[in-house]
C-alpha cells in the first residue's frame, strides 16, 4: 500500500499514547476511530483530545479551522469490528502485556482489510512475536510514538525481517505527513531510544554512586557541555525510577547482563518509594512539579 491509499486509521486504546496518537493522525488529515475495551476510556480521550486542540488554539498553534476539521474527521467507536472495518492502518496501543497484545494482533488480523498494516506502539515488547499471531507478517510493524504525542517529535519504526519494505517506506511517509520524524530501527530489545537513553541514565546512577559529582552537577555536564535539553537523572525522575528498573531489567535479560545490570542505588531507592517526580523524591525534591537539588534545601 502507498502512502496516497492510506485514507483511514483505527487506534485502539485511548490511554495516554492512543488519545494522542488518534489526535495526531485526524489533524494530518487521516479518518480516525478511536476504539477503547472501556467505552469510559474512550470518551476520556476524546475530552482529552478537545482539551490538547483548545489549548492549542489559545497558544495560537492551531487554527479554529484545523480543530475543528479534526474533530470532525475523528469518531470515537465502541466496537472493535465497526472500529477497524475500513483500517487501512490500525495502531494498537493497549498496555503493555504481550500476551494480551499478542490475543489484539490475531484479533485485528481477523477484522482488518486484508491491505491493512497492523502496527503496535509497544515500548518494548518483540514485535516479530505479535506478527506471528498473523497471516500477515510482512505488514506488521512497530511504530513507537512519544509522550506527549503532540510535541514529541521523533517517531521509531520497528521493523523485523519479515516488515515487506514496501510498508515501512509507507510508514515512513505517514510519519512525515504528521510532521514527525521518522527513524528505522532493527526489531531489538530496547530499540534505539531505550538502549541509548537508558545506558546513559545507568551510567549516571552510577556516577552519583561514586561520587563523582552531585546529581545537578552530572545533569550540568550533559545540558550544557552537550546540548541535551535535559540531564539523565532529572529525565530518569521524570520518566520514574520504578519504570527506568524495569526497562534496564529487560535490556539486561535480553541484550547483555553486564552492560545493562541496574546500579545498586537504584534498587534501593526504588525500592524506599524514591520513583521520581511521582512521589515528589528522586535524585532531586520536586516541588511543584519542577525539580529542586537537594543541596539547595
Ligand atoms: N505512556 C508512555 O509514556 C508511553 C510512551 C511510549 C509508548 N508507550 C506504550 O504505549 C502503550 C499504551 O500505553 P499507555 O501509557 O497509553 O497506556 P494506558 O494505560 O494509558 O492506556 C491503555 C488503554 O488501553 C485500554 N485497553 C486495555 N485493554 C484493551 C483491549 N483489549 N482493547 C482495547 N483497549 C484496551 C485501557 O482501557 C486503556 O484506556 C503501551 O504499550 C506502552 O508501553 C507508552
Not at 232 to 249: N, Q
Not at 273 to 291: I, N, S
Given at each position: 500500500?502507498s ?81 477497524v ?31 491493512a ?9 518483540p ?20 509522550n ?150
Amino acid at each position: 500500500m502507498s502512502i496516497e491509499e492510506l485514507n483511514v486509521v483505527a487506534v485502539v486504546g485511548a490511554g495516554t499514547m492512543g488519545r494522542g496518537i488518534a489526535q495526531a493522525f485526524a489533524q494530518g488529515g487521516y479518518a480516525t476511530t478511536l476504539y477503547d475495551v472501556d467505552p469510559d476510556a474512550a470518551h476520556r480521550g476524546l475530552e482529552a483530545i478537545e482539551e490538547t486542540l483548545e489549548k492549542g488554539v489559545a497558544r495560537g498553534k492551531v487554527s479554529a479551522e484545523a480543530r475543528d476539521a479534526t474533530l470532525e474527521r475523528l469518531r470515537v467507536e465502541s466496537d472493535l469490528g465497526e472500529a477497524v472495518i475500513d483500517a487501512d492502518l490500525a495502531i494498537e496501543a493497549i498496555p503493555e502485556v504481550l500476551d494480551a497484545k499478542r490475543e489484539m494482533f490475531a484479533e485485528l488480523d481477523s477484522r482488518c482489510p486484508e491491505r491493512a498494516i497492523l502496527v503496535s506502539n509497544t515500548s518494548s515488547l518483540p514485535i516479530a512475536t505479535l506478527a506471528a499471531e498473523t497471516a500477515r507478517p510482512a505488514r506488521v510493524a512497530g511504530l513507537h510514538f512519544f509522550n506527549p504525542v503532540h510535541a514529541m517529535k521523533l517517531v521509531e519504526i520497528v521493523a523485523p525481517e519479515a516488515t515487506g519494505h514496501d510498508v515501512v517506506d509507507t510508514l515512513r511517509a505517514a510519519v512525515e505527513s504528521l510532521g514527525k520524524r521518522p527513524i528505522v530501527v532493527r526489531d531489538v530489545p530496547g530499540f534505539a531510544t531505550s538502549r541509548l537513553g537508558v545506558s546513559l541514565g545507568l551510567e549516571a546512577i552510577r556516577m552519583v554512586e561514586e561520587e563523582v559529582a552531585s546529581p545537578a552537577d552530572i545533569d550540568t555536564a550533559m545540558e550544557l557541555g552537550y546540548n541535551h535539553p535535559m540531564g539523565p537523572l532529572k529525565l530518569t525522575d521524570l520518566v520514574g525510577l520504578d519504570v527506568r528498573l524495569s526497562i534496564a531489567e529487560h535490556l539486561a535479560r535480553e541484550l547483555d547482563e553486564r552492560r545493562f545490570a541496574p546500579p545498586a542505588l537504584l534498587r534501593e531507592m526504588v525500592a524506599a518509594g524514591k520513583l521520581g517526580r511521582k512521589t515528589g523524591e528522586g535524585f532531586y525534591l520536586w516541588r511543584d512539579g519542577k525539580p529542586v537539588p537537594r543541596e539547595a534545601t
